[in-house]
C-alpha cells in the first residue's frame, strides 16, 4: 500500500476536548507523528470538541461526577466526529475511557506512558500523614475519596472538580487544605517544579486503571490512519493496559466504583496488581498476580472475576 500522507492543503485532523491537557496530549500526538513521518506541524488540525461532559461540568461544577454520568460523558461527542469523517483519530485520556468502543472504532495506539502516580498537592503540608485531624481534603475522584478515607476515616472529603488549573486556583482560594492531581498531567503541562506536588507511590495509592497513558482512536477502515499510527504505538504500554483494562471489564467498572490497578513488566514477565474499596473507604479488598506478559488480559480478567467474587454483593454500596 502507497501511504498518502497529509499536508497543509489535506490535514490529519486530530479530535480533543478543549483542557489545556488534552490540548497538551493533543500536541505531543502531533509532534510524534511529524517526527516519524518528517512533516511539518501545519500538516496536522487540531481540532477541538465539546463534550457533554464538558457542558455539564460547567453546569453542575459542585455535583459529583458519579450524578452528572459515566465516562462515556468525555468521549461521545469526539466519537461521533470520528465516525461522521470530521476528524481523522481522537486522542484521549486512557483512564477516561469505558472498556468498550463504538462499531466500527478502534482504539489500538497508546503512547509511552508516563509517571502513573498521584501526586498529593498542598500549599503547607507535605503529606497524608501530616494532614491535621479533620483537615478538608478535596477530590472529584471516587477510587481516591475512598483510598484516602480508608487510611484516614477522620478526614472531610469535599467535591473538587475541573481541570488542573481550576483544582489548584480552589485549592489557593481555601476551599480546601489539600488535593490530589495526577503526575502524568502535571508533567505534560510543565508543572511539576512549579505545583507544591509530592508524588505518592504507588504502594501507598495505587493509581487508576490506565493512569498515564493517553490513546489514539481511529476509525477501522482507515487504512492511512493504521499506518501512521503505527508508527509511534508503543508496545509495553498496550500490553500493560490490556490487563488493567480486562481487570476493569471484569469488575463492570466506571468512573462510579472505586477501582484502581496498575501493570508492570519486568522482562517476559507482568506483574498486576488491583483494588476495589467501599465507596466510604471502610474496607479495601486488593490481590497482585503475576503471568506471562502475553498472557495479561486473561490476568486483569481473572483477577476481576475473583475480587469480583470476593467482594459479593453489595460491596460497591455506599
Do not use: W
Not at 453542575?60 to 461522521?84: C, Q, S, V
Not at 477510587?143 to 477522620?154: G, K, S, Y
Not at 483494562?245 to 472505586?258: I, K, M, N, V
Amino acid at each position: 500500500m502507497t501511504l498518502t500522507l497529509p499536508s497543509p492543503a489535506a490535514p490529519l485532523k486530530i479530535g480533543t476536548r478543549g483542557s489545556p491537557l488534552a490540548l497538551a496530549q493533543a500536541y505531543e500526538t502531533r509532534d510524534r507523528l511529524a517526527r516519524a513521518f518528517e512533516l511539518e506541524p501545519d500538516a496536522f488540525e487540531i481540532v477541538v470538541i465539546k463534550t457533554t461532559g464538558d457542558n455539564r461540568a460547567m453546569i453542575d461544577a459542585d455535583r459529583p461526577l458519579k450524578e452528572i454520568g459515566n465516562k462515556g460523558l468525555f468521549t461521545k461527542e469526539i466519537e461521533e466526529a470520528l465516525t461522521a469523517g470530521s476528524i481523522d483519530i481522537a486522542v484521549h485520556s486512557m483512564k477516561d475511557m469505558p472498556t468498550l468502543q463504538p462499531e466500527g472504532l478502534l482504539l489500538d495506539c497508546y503512547l509511552p506512558r508516563e509517571d502513573v502516580r498521584d501526586a498529593f498537592v498542598s500549599p503547607g503540608v507535605r503529606a497524608i500523614a501530616d494532614l491535621v485531624e479533620g483537615a478538608v481534603v478535596g477530590t472529584s475522584s471516587l477510587r481516591r475519596r475512598a483510598q484516602l478515607l480508608n487510611r484516614r476515616p477522620d478526614l472531610q472529603v469535599v467535591e473538587f472538580r475541573g481541570n488542573v488549573q481550576t483544582r489548584l486556583q480552589k485549592l489557593e482560594d481555601g476551599v480546601a487544605m489539600a488535593t490530589f492531581l495526577a503526575m502524568a498531567g502535571l508533567r505534560r503541562l510543565g508543572l511539576s517544579t512549579q505545583v507544591p506536588a509530592a508524588p505518592i507511590e504507588v504502594e501507598d495509592m495505587l493509581p487508576a486503571v490506565a493512569q498515564g497513558a493517553i490513546g489514539i482512536e481511529r476509525r477501522s477502515s482507515d487504512s492511512t490512519a493504521a499506518a501512521m499510527l503505527e508508527a509511534i504505538h508503543h508496545a509495553e504500554t498496550s500490553l500493560c493496559l490490556a490487563a488493567e483494562r480486562a481487570f476493569l471489564a471484569a469488575l463492570d467498572g466506571s468512573c462510579e466504583t472505586p477501582i484502581a490497578a496498575l501493570a508492570e513488566l519486568s522482562g517476559g514477565t507482568l506483574r498486576l496488581r488491583g483494588e476495589i474499596l467501599r465507596p466510604d473507604g471502610s474496607e479495601a479488598l486488593v490481590a497482585d498476580q503475576s503471568a506471562a506478559m502475553e498472557d495479561g488480559a486473561e490476568l486483569g480478567r481473572h483477577m476481576g472475576e475473583e475480587l469480583r467474587a470476593r467482594a459479593g454483593k453489595g460491596f460497591f454500596t455506599p
